[in-house]
């Protein structure tokens, strides 16, 4: 069940999620919440919705959210960060919806032993890179933003900056589409995404996934505003990064090239060290993962 006081009932947190607006139809969960921080809506609100019909993905794609399956949402937030660290954001919520969801996979499953944990800290996922894409109790992260679980992708990430005249920051809408409960999926895509139904076989409450969600980016965001930057969450990070110690490639405006992923930096930056020997750091541009979707 997917509505304000189901998630509201399942809340740890002190101020994300506290102010919810819940729709059973929208066009973008983005654009509602960015008209509301227009309207002066508090730090933490966020906008939930059972159906989308224009959401945005990254590169301009599409992200559709049929009813009663998926979770469109998302959260508004007025940083205190300069404008040149706000982009860690989506890497910190990729973090916080890989914790969330597999808390709720957990919980769903009936193991409570991390239940009460405020963050993902005491759950170690030290596996070999090559088994990362096979595991499905755990969830991991393709740099930049999305959400991994057993070789497909489940979650998908826009994070929109508002700036005001004054080119101050006016507040940050972080969008975020998780696939839960879906099991057909297009022809175009269904080599690539899949559901934590369709990987698990169980059924997980959708506003159990939105409260979990956004008590670990709660946690999160605040390690992140102690130094604007990934320094307190980059142990946390590296432990779910799918492509660390894999082959990736990378497409640069500067032209295409191979390397082997080794971690991020503290500003979130994706180390990679090409074939010649030479560190890259990345900040922008494609990224794929061999063996990752459809890069074999």
């Not at 906008?47 to 049929?66: F, I, L």
């Not at 998908?156 to 589409?177: F, K, S, W, Y």
């Not at 990934?230 to 990378?250: A, N, T």
Request: charged letters at 30%; hydrophobic letters at 35%.
């Amino acid at each position: 069940m997917l509505n304000k006081e189901h998630i509201t009932e399942q809340l740890q947190t002190k101020w994300a999620a506290r102010n919810i607006l819940y729709k059973d139809i929208t066009g973008s969960t983005n654009d509602d919440a960015r008209l509301l921080g227009e309207e002066n809506a508090p730090h933490g609100t966020l906008v939930v919705a059972d159906r989308q019909d224009k959401g945005r993905g990254s590169r301009g794609r599409s992200w559709e959210t049929p009813s009663g399956t998926n979770i469109a949402m998302s959260l508004l937030i007025r940083p205190t960060a300069p404008p040149e660290r706000i982009s860690m954001l989506t890497l910190i919520m990729g973090l916080s919806v890989a914790e969330g969801v597999e808390e709720a996979m957990r919980l769903t499953a009936g193991d409570t032993s991390h239940s009460s944990s405020k963050t993902g800290e005491d759950v170690q996922i030290d596996l070999r890179p090559e088994d990362r894409e096979r595991d499905n109790h755990h969830t991991f992260i393709k740099w930049p933003n999305d959400v991994v679980l057993a070789e497909k992708k489940i979650c998908g990430i826009l994070t929109e900056l508002h700036m005001n005249p004054d080119n101050t920051i006016g507040n940050v809408v972080i969008g975020v589409g998780i696939n839960v409960n879906m099991t057909d999926f297009p022809d175009s895509i269904k080599d690539i995404a899949a559901s934590i139904l369709s990987i698990t076989g169980k059924k997980v409450d959708r506003s159990l996934v939105v409260a979990c969600v956004m008590k670990h980016f709660e946690d999160n965001y605040e390690k992140y505003n102690k130094t604007y930057d990934l320094s307190l969450l980059k142990e946390q990070y590296e432990s779910r990064l799918i492509s660390k110690g894999r082959d990736v490639r990378i497409l640069d405006p500067k032209g295409e090239f191979e390397a082997v992923s080794e971690g991020i930096t503290d500003m979130g930056a994706l180390i990679v060290t090409d074939r010649d020997g030479n560190r890259h750091e990345i900040n922008a541009g494609e990224v794929t993962v061999r063996g990752l979707y459809t890069y074999a």
